[in-house]
C-alpha cells in the first residue's frame, strides 16, 4: 500500500504541491514560535542574570516598609561570611544634551573589581559622583563619546554636570524600558538607602549557609537570597512577559495550520474526485472500503512527513532570527526537541486528519463508477452541521455582545470564539448560495462571464471551500485592522480629553525665554503656539497656586468653550476637581474666592486645561488675569499640533528645546501617545505579517482549486477551442473564477471582522476610555483591491496550463 501511495505522489507530484506548500507554512511557524521561544528564553536569562553575576548573595529590603536607613548594608559587611559588599542603587533622571534631553536610567557600579558584573569596551571606571560610564546603544542613540559633559537632571533638583568616562562591554541591551542606561559611582547615592546590597563570600562558606546566617541576624523587612536564586526568579518574571508574544506567534500559527487543513481537504477532495473511476476499479478487483481509506491517508501521511520535515527545519532558522531581531540571543541557538517534534507531528497529523474526509467519502465509492466518464458535481446541502453551526454562530455573537456591554473580558472572549467555529461550520453552506448567486449575475454578462458562472456552479462545494479559506484569512485582517483604527482613535480621544494641549513647557519662576518660545514657534507640526500670562498668587481654599491666563483662541482650539462666553454673572475658572472639591461647590456654581487678599467672583468649572501644565493652575481668561494679578510673567508655552502632525518628528523638535534649555519642564499627550501606539504598531505590524501568511496559504488553495479543476476540465476545454473560444478567452473565464473566489472571500471577511474588531476592541478598553470607533475605509478598501491582484495571481499556473491545451485533445479517450 505504501508503494501504491508513492507511486500516486510521484506520478503527478505537481497536484500536490499546494498540500506540500501549506503545510510547510504551518509547520515552520510552529517550529519558529518553539525556537523563538526557547532562544529568547535563554537570552532573557541571561539578560535577568547578569547585573548578580559576579555575587554570591543579593539582601532586598521591603520596599512597602519603612526605610532602614542608609546604614544597613553594613550588618551585611560585617557578616563573617562575608568578604565584600557592593550596594545597589537606581534612579531615573533626565539626560540633558546640546540636542536631545530624555529620559534615562542611572545605576551604581562597585568600586570593587570583583563585585563588578561586565567590562569595559573603553575608557576607565567611574572614581567619583562626577563620572560615570554608559553602554555602546546609549552612547550611540545619544550621540556621545567618552570624555564628553552631559547634564542630568535628577528630580526637580539642580542639573548636575557629568562626565563619561568609559563606555561598557554589557553584551546586550538592558530590558528596561528605556533607551539611555548610565552606571556611576555609589559615592552618587550618597546618604541614600539602596534598594538591594551584593556580596561575595568565603571560599569554604557556601552561599546559602551565609543566607540562612544572614536571615537569622537581619530584621523581618530585609531579605537575604543566593545570587543564583534570585537571577532564576528574575529570568522567571521576564520570561513570563515574552510568553504573551510566544502565545501570539502560537495564536496566529494554528490559524494557519487551521486554513492549511482547509487547502488540504479540498485538494484531496478534488483529487479524489478525478480518481473516481480508478478507485471504482480499485473496488472492482477486490479492494475493500478501509483499504481504499487508508490508501489515501497513507498518501496524506508521506506528503505531510515530507512538508513538516521542510517546515520544521525552516522554522528552526526562521525562529532564530526573530529572536536576533529582538535582541534577545545572547544565549545562542536553543532548540527544544520535544517542541519540534510536536511541530512535526502537528503538521502531520493536520494532513492527516485534513485527509480523512475526502478519504472516507473515496471509500465508499462504488464499483459501478468506473463506467461512468462525467464528473460528479459536489454540491453543499444544508445538513445537522450547518444548524449546529447557525445556533453556535448565534448564541456566541449574543454572548459576545453581551460581554462587551457588561465591560466582561473573559465572556466577551469566551462568545466569540463559539460564534466564529459556529461561523466556520456554516458559512461553507452559505458561500455555495452566494456562488449560484454570483452564477445568474454573471449570466447577464454573457460570453466568458456566463462560462465561469457556469463552472463555479458545476462544484460549488470546493468553490466555497477555497472561499472560506479567504474568509479566515482577510477576516482576521479586517478585525485587526479594525480594531488597530478604533484603538488609535480611542487612544487619541482619551489623550485630548485628558491633554488639551499637545506640547507644554514651563519654568517655576519669571518666563519662559525667548529663545526657548521661538524654538517651539518654529516647529511645523504645530498650527498654534501660545505664551500664556502667568502669576503666582494665593487663593483661599486652593492655596498658594500659578493662576493661567490664555486667550480666546485657545481656549476655543482646547474646547474650553466656558471661558469664552462673555455674558455671564462673573468671570469663570477652570479648575481641577480636587480643587473644586476643596472650594466645596459644584461645576457651573458661583463662589467668592480671596486671591492676594482680594475677594473675586468666580464661576468654576473642571477642566483638563487646569492640569495642562503638569500640575494644578487655574485657568481663566487673559483679561481676567490682567485685572486680578497684573503682571509681565509669561511662565508656560503651550502648542496644538496638526491633525495629521508627525509624532516622531514633534518629538524629536521638543526634545531638541528641552536639550537647548534644561530650565523647562515638558508635559502633554506627545509622550504617552508615542509610547501606547508604538506598542499597539508593533503588536499590530507583526500580527498582520503572521495573517498574510494565512492569506499566502489561501491564495495557494485558490490556484489549487483552479489548477486541478484545468485538469478536470481538459476535454471540455479542447472543445470550447476548437468551437472558436481564444486563449485569452480562456484566461480570462479563470480570471474571472478566481477574482469571484477572492472577492466573495475578502467581503464575506469585511463583513464579519470588522464587526468582531469593534467588539474585541471595545471588550479590552471600553472600560478605561469611550470607544471612539473608526473603521478603516481605506485599508479595507486596499483589501479589496489586493483580493482582485490575490486572484489574478491564483490564474497564472492555471492560465498557462489551460493556453496549452489544443483544440485536437477534445476528441482524445478518457
Given at each position: 500500500?505504501?508503494?501504491?501511495?508513492?507511486?500516486?505522489?510521484?506520478?503527478?507530484?505537481?497536484?500536490?504541491?499546494?498540500?506540500?506548500?501549506?503545510?510547510?507554512?504551518?509547520?515552520?511557524?510552529?517550529?519558529?514560535?518553539?525556537?523563538?521561544?526557547?532562544?529568547?528564553?535563554?537570552?532573557?536569562?541571561?539578560?535577568?542574570?547578569?547585573?548578580?553575576?559576579?555575587?554570591?548573595?543579593?539582601?532586598?529590603?521591603?520596599?512597602?516598609?519603612?526605610?532602614?536607613?542608609?546604614?544597613?548594608?553594613?550588618?551585611?559587611?560585617?557578616?563573617?561570611?562575608?568578604?565584600?559588599?557592593?550596594?545597589?542603587?537606581?534612579?531615573?533622571?533626565?539626560?540633558?544634551?546640546?540636542?536631545?534631553?530624555?529620559?534615562?536610567?542611572?545605576?551604581?557600579?562597585?568600586?570593587?573589581?570583583?563585585?563588578?558584573?561586565?567590562?569595559?569596551?573603553?575608557?576607565?571606571?567611574?572614581?567619583?559622583?562626577?563620572?560615570?560610564?554608559?553602554?555602546?546603544?546609549?552612547?550611540?542613540?545619544?550621540?556621545?563619546?567618552?570624555?564628553?559633559?552631559?547634564?542630568?537632571?535628577?528630580?526637580?533638583?539642580?542639573?548636575?554636570?557629568?562626565?563619561?568616562?568609559?563606555?561598557?562591554?554589557?553584551?546586550?541591551?538592558?530590558?528596561?524600558?528605556?533607551?539611555?542606561?548610565?552606571?556611576?559611582?555609589?559615592?552618587?547615592?550618597?546618604?541614600?538607602?539602596?534598594?538591594?546590597?551584593?556580596?561575595?563570600?568565603?571560599?569554604?562558606?557556601?552561599?546559602?549557609?551565609?543566607?540562612?546566617?544572614?536571615?537569622?541576624d537581619l530584621p523581618d523587612d530585609l531579605h537575604p537570597m543566593s545570587a543564583e536564586e534570585q537571577s532564576r526568579l528574575a529570568a522567571d518574571r521576564f520570561a513570563g512577559g515574552a510568553q504573551q508574544l510566544e502565545l501570539i506567534l502560537l495564536v496566529f500559527a494554528l490559524i494557519d495550520l487551521l486554513a492549511a487543513a482547509l487547502v488540504i481537504a479540498n485538494t484531496f477532495t478534488i483529487l479524489l474526485s478525478q480518481r473516481r473511476r480508478d478507485t471504482a476499479l480499485l473496488r472492482l478487483v477486490g479492494a475493500e472500503r478501509t483499504q481504499v481509506r487508508d490508501l489515501v491517508l497513507v498518501e496524506a501521511l508521506i506528503i505531510g512527513s515530507i512538508g513538516s520535515a521542510i517546515g520544521v527545519a525552516a522554522g528552526v532558522g526562521a525562529g532564530?532570527?526573530?529572536?536576533?531581531?529582538?535582541?534577545?540571543?545572547?544565549?545562542?541557538?536553543?532548540?527544544?526537541?520535544?517542541?519540534?517534534?510536536?511541530?512535526?507531528?502537528?503538521?502531520?497529523?493536520?494532513?492527516?486528519?485534513?485527509?480523512?474526509?475526502?478519504?472516507?467519502?473515496?471509500?465508499?465509492?462504488?464499483?459501478?463508477?468506473?463506467?461512468?466518464?462525467?464528473?460528479?458535481?459536489?454540491?453543499?446541502?444544508?445538513?445537522?452541521?450547518?444548524?449546529?453551526?447557525?445556533?453556535?454562530?448565534?448564541?456566541?455573537?449574543?454572548?459576545?455582545?453581551?460581554?462587551?456591554?457588561?465591560?466582561?473580558?473573559?465572556?466577551?472572549?469566551?462568545?466569540?470564539?463559539?460564534?466564529?467555529?459556529?461561523?466556520?461550520?456554516?458559512?461553507?453552506?452559505?458561500?455555495?448560495?452566494?456562488?449560484?448567486?454570483?452564477?445568474?449575475?454573471?449570466?447577464?454578462?454573457?460570453?466568458?462571464?456566463?462560462?465561469?458562472?457556469?463552472?463555479?456552479?458545476?462544484?460549488?462545494?470546493?468553490?466555497?471551500?477555497?472561499?472560506?479559506?479567504?474568509?479566515?484569512?482577510?477576516?482576521?485582517?479586517?478585525?485587526?485592522?479594525?480594531?488597530?483604527?478604533?484603538?488609535?482613535?480611542?487612544?487619541?480621544?482619551?489623550?485630548?480629553?485628558?491633554?488639551?494641549?499637545?506640547?507644554?513647557?514651563?519654568?517655576?519662576?519669571?518666563?519662559?525665554?525667548?529663545?526657548?518660545?521661538?524654538?517651539?514657534?518654529?516647529?511645523?507640526?504645530?498650527?498654534?503656539?501660545?505664551?500664556?500670562?502667568?502669576?503666582?498668587?494665593?487663593?483661599?481654599?486652593?492655596?498658594?497656586?500659578?493662576?493661567v491666563g490664555v486667550s480666546p483662541e485657545l481656549a476655543r482650539e482646547t474646547g474650553a468653550e466656558a471661558l469664552t462666553g462673555t455674558g455671564s454673572a462673573a468671570p469663570v475658572m477652570l479648575v481641577t476637581a480636587d480643587q473644586l472639591d476643596a472650594v466645596g461647590i459644584g461645576t457651573g456654581e458661583a463662589v467668592d474666592l480671596d486671591v492676594d487678599g482680594e475677594t473675586h467672583r468666580f464661576i468654576l468649572y473642571v477642566s483638563t486645561l487646569a492640569t495642562a501644565s503638569g500640575e494644578a493652575s487655574p485657568v481663566v481668561r487673559d483679561d481676567v488675569l490682567d485685572s486680578v494679578a497684573p503682571g509681565e510673567d509669561r511662565g508656560m508655552v503651550w502648542g496644538l499640533a496638526a491633525e495629521d502632525a508627525d509624532d516622531d518628528a514633534l518629538a524629536e523638535s521638543m526634545s531638541l528645546v528641552a536639550g537647548a534649555d534644561p530650565g523647562i519642564t515638558l508635559n502633554g499627550a506627545l509622550g504617552e501617545r508615542g509610547d501606547l501606539t508604538d506598542v499597539l504598531d508593533v503588536l499590530v505590524n507583526l500580527s498582520l505579517a503572521m495573517l498574510l501568511v494565512t492569506v499566502v496559504v489561501s491564495g495557494l488553495g485558490v490556484a489549487n482549486t483552479l489548477g486541478l479543476s484545468v485538469l478536470e476540465r481538459t476535454r471540455e476545454l479542447a472543445l470550447l477551442r476548437a468551437l472558436g473560444l481564444t486563449r485569452g478567452g480562456l484566461r480570462g473565464t479563470l480570471a474571472v473564477e478566481a477574482v469571484v473566489i477572492a472577492v466573495l472571500g475578502a467581503l464575506l471577511g469585511l463583513v464579519i471582522g470588522v464587526p468582531y474588531g469593534l467588539v474585541g476592541v471595545d471588550a479590552v478598553i471600553g472600560g478605561t476610555a469611550p470607544l471612539v470607533v473608526a473603521v478603516p475605509w481605506a485599508e479595507l478598501s486596499l483589501l479589496l483591491a489586493a483580493a482582485v491582484v490575490l486572484g489574478l495571481a491564483a490564474t497564472l499556473a492555471p492560465s498557462r496550463r489551460a493556453a496549452r491545451i489544443a483544440p485536437a485533445e477534445g476528441l482524445s479517450g478518457d
Open positions: 500500500m505504501p508503494g501504491y501511495a508513492w507511486a500516486q505522489i510521484v506520478a503527478h507530484p505537481a497536484r500536490l504541491a499546494s498540500v506540500l506548500s501549506a503545510i510547510v507554512l504551518g509547520t515552520l511557524f510552529l517550529a519558529a514560535t518553539a525556537v523563538f521561544a526557547a532562544t529568547s528564553s535563554a537570552g532573557l536569562r541571561i539578560v535577568a542574570a547578569a547585573p548578580l553575576s559576579a555575587a554570591d548573595v543579593i539582601v532586598d529590603r521591603d520596599p512597602e516598609a519603612a526605610d532602614p536607613g542608609a546604614g544597613w548594608p553594613e550588618q551585611v559587611a560585617e557578616h563573617p561570611g562575608v568578604t565584600a559588599t557592593a550596594r545597589i542603587h537606581a534612579g531615573t533622571v533626565q539626560l540633558v544634551t546640546d540636542e536631545i534631553r530624555a529620559t534615562a536610567n542611572l545605576y551604581s557600579i562597585s568600586d570593587r573589581d570583583e563585585l563588578r558584573w561586565f567590562e569595559l569596551a573603553e575608557g576607565e571606571w567611574p572614581a567619583n559622583a562626577a563620572e560615570m560610564v554608559a553602554d555602546a546603544p546609549t552612547l550611540d542613540s545619544a550621540g556621545l563619546e567618552v570624555g564628553d559633559t552631559v547634564s542630568l537632571l535628577v528630580g526637580d533638583g539642580e542639573a548636575t554636570d557629568m562626565t563619561v568616562v568609559g563606555a561598557a562591554d554589557i553584551g546586550f541591551q538592558p530590558l528596561t524600558g528605556v533607551q539611555y542606561q548610565f552606571y556611576t559611582s555609589e559615592d552618587f547615592f550618597a546618604g541614600e538607602s539602596p534598594l538591594s546590597v551584593t556580596a561575595d563570600v568565603t571560599d569554604r562558606t557556601s552561599p546559602e549557609a551565609v543566607v540562612e546566617s544572614l536571615g537569622a532564530y532570527a526573530g529572536a536576533s531581531l529582538m535582541e534577545l540571543t545572547g544565549g545562542g541557538l536553543h532548540v527544544s526537541a520535544p517542541a519540534l517534534g510536536g511541530a512535526f507531528l502537528t503538521g502531520v497529523a493536520t494532513t492527516v486528519c485534513a485527509a480523512w474526509f475526502p478519504a472516507r467519502k473515496a471509500a465508499g465509492t462504488a464499483p459501478v463508477e468506473a463506467l461512468r466518464s462525467a464528473p460528479l458535481r459536489n454540491g453543499v446541502r444544508f445538513g445537522a452541521v450547518h444548524a449546529v453551526g447557525l445556533v453556535a454562530a448565534v448564541a456566541g455573537a449574543a454572548v459576545m455582545v453581551s460581554g462587551m456591554l457588561a465591560e466582561n473580558l473573559p465572556v466577551a472572549v469566551a462568545g466569540g470564539f463559539v460564534g466564529a467555529v459556529g461561523l466556520l461550520l456554516v458559512l461553507r453552506y452559505a458561500i455555495s448560495r452566494l456562488i449560484g448567486a454570483a452564477d445568474r449575475l454573471l449570466g447577464l454578462r454573457g460570453g466568458v462571464f456566463e462560462l465561469a458562472g457556469a463552472n463555479l456552479r458545476r462544484d460549488t462545494g470546493r468553490a466555497a471551500t477555497a472561499t472560506l479559506t479567504l474568509v479566515l484569512g482577510f477576516g482576521l485582517i479586517a478585525a485587526l485592522a479594525t480594531a488597530a483604527s478604533t484603538g488609535r482613535a480611542t487612544i487619541d480621544g482619551d489623550l485630548d480629553d485628558r491633554f488639551p494641549v499637545d506640547v507644554s513647557a514651563r519654568v517655576d519662576t519669571g518666563s519662559v525665554p525667548a529663545a526657548t518660545v521661538d524654538m517651539v514657534r518654529d516647529i511645523d507640526e504645530l498650527v498654534l503656539v501660545e505664551t500664556p500670562r502667568t502669576a503666582r498668587v494665593t487663593v483661599g481654599g486652593l492655596g498658594e497656586t500659578t493662576l
